[in-house]
């Protein structure tokens, strides 16, 4: 059977290459791969948080989305998308579905910030983007400086990495946790 990842983001402000590169590397490995924004609207990417850079297909509403269909989840980075992603209430209900079904999720840059307000990055050893170290450490996170963090701890495997530059690291281990 196939892998399926799901992509979640929401439909302005995410980082191009981390929303691309890891569509492009889970595809290029056969995984099967949904982006769901939510609106459902396809998704304007920015570069350095600023810059307006391609647009994204969505496939699908995050609202109609389930972690009993996928075997990943991606939540890339962008500092407006993930603090919108973060009140967004099926954000946060795809993070808590994954981690409660022990299904590994993966978060660059600033994406780390939804697991705060899902509740589940307590006692989880990770890395981000060094600006939200603090609001991570203060939800019980043990933050670490490193290109990639892989932590198994609380049933369920989380995936981090800081930022764009690390996506090399990052991709290859979405696609060896799921391939």
């Known amino acids: 059977m196939t892998a399926r990842a799901l992509i979640a983001v929401t439909d302005f402000g995410v980082e ?35 810059n307006w850079a391609s647009t994204v297909d969505a496939d699908s509403k995050l609202s109609d989305a389930k972690a009993a269909d996928y075997d990943l989840l991606v939540i890339p980075g ?11 209430e099926d954000g946060r209900r795809l993070v808590k579905e994954f981690s409660s079904a022990g299904k590994p999720v993966g978060a660059i840059c600033h994406g780390p910030w939804v697991l705060i307000d899902a509740g589940v990055a307590k006692s989880k050893k990770l890395t981000s983007y060094i600006s ?11 933050w670490v400086d490193e290109e990639l963090v892989r932590c198994p701890g609380n049933d369920w495997v989380l995936i981090t990495s800081r930022n764009p530059n690390d996506l090399p690291a990052f991709t290859k281990a979405l696609v060896d946790e799921v391939a």
């Open 16 to 50: 191009e290459a981390e929303i691309v590169e890891p569509l492009n590397a889970l595809k290029k490995a056969g995984i099967e791969v949904t982006v769901a924004s939510n609106s459902g609207e396809n998704i304007q990417t920015v570069t350095g948080d600023k």
């Open 78 to 88: 962008g500092t407006v998308n993930a603090d919108a992603l973060r009140v967004d």
């Open 132 to 142: 939200i170290r603090p609001d991570l450490e203060n939800a019980g996170a043990n």
